[in-house]
């Protein structure tokens, strides 16, 4: 009986999280985005309800995204919405920095003053991030966290959930294996050596739902994934599953792209349990806010010239505090 918004609702993430949501009986639900095929899709799959509103809208509009927060006087905010496909990303710096870092700023200015609880989805790739997708998210995280312990926050929650791949995912290299053993093609492979980790987008999104009830402040969650899984072993059950008879598995070693990771991690510092067993935190640093102003002064500046050198370095340069 709480009403609740879940930005970037339509996609993989969110839809899985706003089905979820749904059981509990929502007085309302919220299912924001900014495509309008993907709401168009979700809508054709939960149809018409009462308690929930099908909302397209670039939450980068912040007085947009405040007025609905307000009117439908929403009690939790999952904020999924992001560009997550590591490759494209490289040559989108700033649609990547727009949509992973200044939305996410923009949720966080829409909550100010208020008793709001909010959920952040990031990834593995945040992690000693090489890549532009692993610079945003991990950048998003830092802001999150140094705004949370503000004044204007003292009555909100904000947590913010890292985890690896999920089986599932829209556009994820899982999806394009399928595609090409159906079509008889070589499957594309970076690198022999490849590993990551890999949990069901079910799983996943139950315990994002879970870590909104847990009480710990300026908090990552970290959700326990396993071992990492050898892309090649993937591919090999993948096959044995949907393969037709005498079908010959065909693998195209195709070498990774720039700044990819052989494997990825979950978390550098040291990681606490709490009461759900497969979820941690971790003690990452937290910057002050005079740190995070002059960042997002200077980012603004440069994004104002379109300077994307200036925007890749400045984000390293902060990255690096972190780990200071």
């Not at 299912?31 to 709401?39: A, G, K, M």
């Not at 947009?64 to 929403?74: A, D, F, G």
């Not at 593995?124 to 532009?132: F, G, L, N, R, W």
């Not at 492979?189 to 739902?209: G, P, Q, Y």
Request: charged share 25%.
């Amino acid at each position: 009986n709480k009403s609740v918004l879940v930005t970037g609702g339509a996609g993989s993430i969110g839809s899985e999280i706003s089905l979820q949501i749904l059981k509990s009986n929502p007085k309302k639900l919220l299912i924001v985005d900014n495509s309008e095929y993907s709401l168009f899709k979700i809508k054709q799959k939960l149809g018409l309800r009462k308690n929930i509103q099908y909302v397209l809208l670039d939450i980068n509009y912040q007085n947009q995204l405040e007025k609905l927060i307000k009117t439908y006087k929403i009690n939790y905010i999952f904020h999924a919405a992001a560009y997550k496909h590591v490759n494209f990303l490289e040559d989108n710096l700033i649609s990547a920095v727009r949509n992973n870092i200044l939305a996410t700023l923009s949720v966080l200015n829409s909550i100010k003053n208020t008793n709001i609880n909010l959920t952040i989805i990031s990834t593995d790739k945040a992690v000693q991030p090489k890549t532009i997708l692993g610079m945003t998210k991990k950048v998003s995280e830092m802001i999150s966290l140094t705004m949370s312990g503000l004044k204007e926050y003292k009555d909100s929650k904000i947590s913010v959930v890292r985890f690896g791949n999920v089986f599932g995912s829209a556009g994820s290299a899982i999806e394009i294996f399928k595609n090409q053993i159906r079509d008889d093609l070589p499957i594309t492979l970076t690198d022999i050596k490849m590993k990551r980790f890999f949990m069901s987008i079910r799983e996943a999104c139950n315990l994002v739902l879970q870590v909104s009830h847990l009480k710990y402040p300026s908090s990552i969650f970290i959700l326990k994934m396993g071992k990492p899984i050898k892309i090649i072993d993937v591919i090999n059950k993948i096959f044995k599953l949907i393969s037709y008879q005498n079908q010959k598995l065909k693998i195209n070693i195709i070498g990774k792209f720039k700044s990819e990771k052989l494997d990825e991690k979950l978390s550098n510092s040291p990681l606490k349990n709490t009461p759900v067993k497969e979820i941690n935190i971790a003690n990452d640093k937290i910057l002050n806010s005079l740190q995070i102003n002059d960042f997002l002064n200077d980012l603004d500046s440069h994004l104002k010239e379109l300077d994307e050198p200036k925007i890749t370095n400045l984000l390293k340069r902060f990255i690096r505090k972190s780990n200071n």
